[in-house]
């Protein structure tokens, strides 16, 4: 039973935006003139510096983490324009979340968290090991955490409550919420842009364990991505050098801080106690992880 701190209140004012949500790392705005969210055409998307682990808003912010992350994701998007459209209108923001804020088309989003999962770990190992298979499908016996899936499956959650986890869905059940023909639009979607961004980030030494992409339409009825795509926050990206299956692989960007909090820092996760704030060497080494996800999966120097 781990805790959940309320999202940072530290939203900035924007001028021309009005601040409308904040989730655990991303504020979300509303041009000023606009009504309300429903009837907004445009978003702005600021990810901050929060970082979160064991579903905790920690104290400590990295800095740079919302620039990489804002970066990662729009070069997914070029890369994957051949595959599927996407939400991006422009970077041309306000000074203050220059690099880290996109505006974006307000879609119409699907109540579905796509994931498609080519290795087994996590809640899919968890299920996996009471049930045998993950989100109804059934899998081979014998699989041993970080088993390579081949093919990579489709795995849906439904987007949880504010401080609940998501929970895995069976597809029948997003069936049931979209319709049918949505429904396998979405999951060949997720499959098939999984299988891209997996090829590209292991011709550059990451192995895309799993991700998460949530979908929206347009005004047309064109089913594009929206959010934010491929980056650490939404997959769990692994060092293809020291893969194996059978063990626990370290996570590329918040090992420090996982290791640190469980190992060092005296918290106890399981308490409702929220962690402790962050040594500035733990910092220091996550934003340089960060900066080398970047750097190693578009083969760009991080900007800056
Ligand atoms: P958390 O990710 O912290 O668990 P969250 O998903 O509620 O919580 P964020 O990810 O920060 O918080 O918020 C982004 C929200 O904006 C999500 O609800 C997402 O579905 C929504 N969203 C993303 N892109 C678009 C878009 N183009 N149009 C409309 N809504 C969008
Ligand atoms: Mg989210």
Same mark, same amino acid.
Do not use: A
């Given at each position: 039973a781990s805790g959940y701190a309320a999202p940072a209140p530290q939203a900035? #004012?924007?001028p021309g935006w009005k601040h409308v949500y904040s989730g655990k790392v991303r504020d979300l705005y509303i041009p000023a003139d606009a009504a309300d969210a429903a009837s907004a055409e445009q978003l702005?998307? #600021?990810a901050s510096d929060r970082i979160s682990a064991y579903d905790w808003v920690l104290?400590?912010?990295i800095?740079?983490?919302?620039k990489v992350l804002t970066g990662l994701s729009l070069w997914w998007f070029d890369h994957l324009a051949d595959v599927i459209?996407?939400?991006v209108i422009s970077s041309d923001v306000p000074e203050a979340v220059r690099g880290r804020g996109l505006i974006v088309k307000n879609l119409s989003m699907f109540p579905v968290e796509c994931v498609a999962r080519g290795y087994l770990t996590g809640s899919g190992m968890s299920d996996y090991r009471a049930t045998g298979s993950v989100c109804g499908i059934q899998l081979p016996a014998g699989l041993v955490e970080a088993d390579r899936l081949e093919p990579p499956i489709f795995t849906p959650a439904t987007k949880a409550e504010l401080g609940e986890h998501d929970e895995n869905v069976s597809f029948d059940a997003v069936a049931k919420t979209v319709g049918t023909e949505t429904a396998e639009k979405l999951r060949d979607l997720t499959v098939e842009i999984y299988q891209r961004a997996e090829q590209i980030a292991r011709e550059r030494g990451i192995i895309l364990a799993?991700?998460?992409?949530e979908f929206?339409?347009?005004p047309d009825g064109a089913i594009v991505l929206g959010d934010e795509v491929l980056t650490p926050d939404s997959s769990r990206f692994w060092d293809a050098e020291g893969y194996e299956a059978g063990k626990t692989q370290s996570s590329f960007d918040k090992q420090f801080v996982r290791d640190w909090l469980t190992q060092e820092s005296g918290w106890d996760k399981g308490s409702d106690t929220p962690p402790p704030a962050l040594p500035a060497e733990v910092i220091e080494k996550t934003r340089a992880r960060y900066i080398e996800a970047f750097e190693k999966l578009t083969g760009e120097t991080f900007p800056g």
């Open positions: 900035p #004012v924007l702005l998307m #600021v104290d400590s912010e800095p740079d983490k919302g459209g996407n939400h799993d991700t998460k992409f929206g339409t347009l």
